[in-house]
């Protein structure tokens, strides 16, 4: 499976982005889809995940991103509001195929930058 993210960009603070993530094949067998991220000169740091079972946020994007699965169109997205230059950093979505595995698949990563 490849997975394709898009959406990134440069926005000033408190502005808002949509990052997509589509795989080239179903996305109805993984067990969880989400997004990382990794700030220059920082580890990548789990931002969003989604599973049938509900979805996790990091704490510094809790109420602010929103994520979101469509297995129809074999897509996970990612609504992010309220933009903070702590923000910025090269996001990657990923999916994993059982909960006890590391992630499968990874996307190649799209930058979002967010000026003050």
């Known amino acids: 499976v490849q997975l394709q993210a898009s959406g990134g960009g440069l926005v000033q603070a408190g502005g808002s982005l949509r990052l997509s993530c589509a795989a080239s094949?179903?996305?109805?067998?993984?067990?969880?889809m989400g997004w990382y991220r990794q700030a220059p000169g920082k580890q990548r740091e789990l931002v969003a995940t989604?599973?049938?079972?509900?979805?996790y946020y990091a704490d510094s994007v809790e109420d602010r991103f929103t994520i979101s699965r469509d297995n129809a169109k074999n897509t996970v997205s990612l609504q992010m509001i309220n933009l903070k230059p702590e923000d910025t950093a090269v996001y990657y979505c990923?999916?994993?195929?059982?909960?006890?595995?590391?992630?499968?698949?990874w996307g190649q990563g799209t930058l979002v930058t967010v000026s003050s």
């Open positions: 094949d179903s996305t109805r067998s993984m067990y969880s």
């Open positions: 989604v599973t049938d079972y509900g979805n």
């Open positions: 990923y999916a994993k195929l059982d909960m006890l595995q590391s992630v499968n698949y």
